[in-house]
């Protein structure tokens, strides 16, 4: 059974870094593609960035240039290294596992990880 266990949020100044990490248990890591999603008060949770078992990324636009998603498939962890946090950043952010793209629209995977809250604010 795949486990996701989130580590590395807080509380933040507007325009600094954070570093968010996952990490994964449960199967051969590298055959899972792995995302960061995020979920706002009061609004519906959506993707961040993903990368596929190989180590290519994907960003939505509203994080490019800020955010940096990486894997390491040695030590069974994806990281999410955010620098320029802005206050429109804070969220819970959740680690998922087997992202699919279905017509190019990416649908996330039945694996979950718990949360972890992520707020920045002067």
């Known amino acids: 059974q795949v486990q996701l266990v989130e580590s590395g949020g807080g509380l933040v100044q507007p325009g600094r870094s954070l570093r968010l990490s996952c990490a994964f248990s449960?199967?051969?890591?590298?055959?899972?593609?792995m995302a960061w999603y995020r979920q706002a008060p009061g609004k519906q949770r959506e993707l961040v960035a993903h990368?596929?078992?190989?180590?290519?990324?994907y960003y939505v636009d509203s994080v490019k240039g800020r955010f940096t998603i990486a894997r390491d498939n040695g030590d069974n962890t994806v990281s999410l290294q955010m620098d320029s946090l802005k206050p429109e950043d804070t969220a819970v952010y959740y680690c998922n596992a087997d992202l699919s793209l279905v017509g190019n629209v990416p649908v996330p995977g039945p694996y979950w990880g718990q949360g972890t809250q992520v707020t920045v604010s002067s």
């Open positions: 990368i596929t078992g190989g180590g290519r990324p």
């Open positions: 449960g199967d051969i890591f590298s055959r899972h593609p």
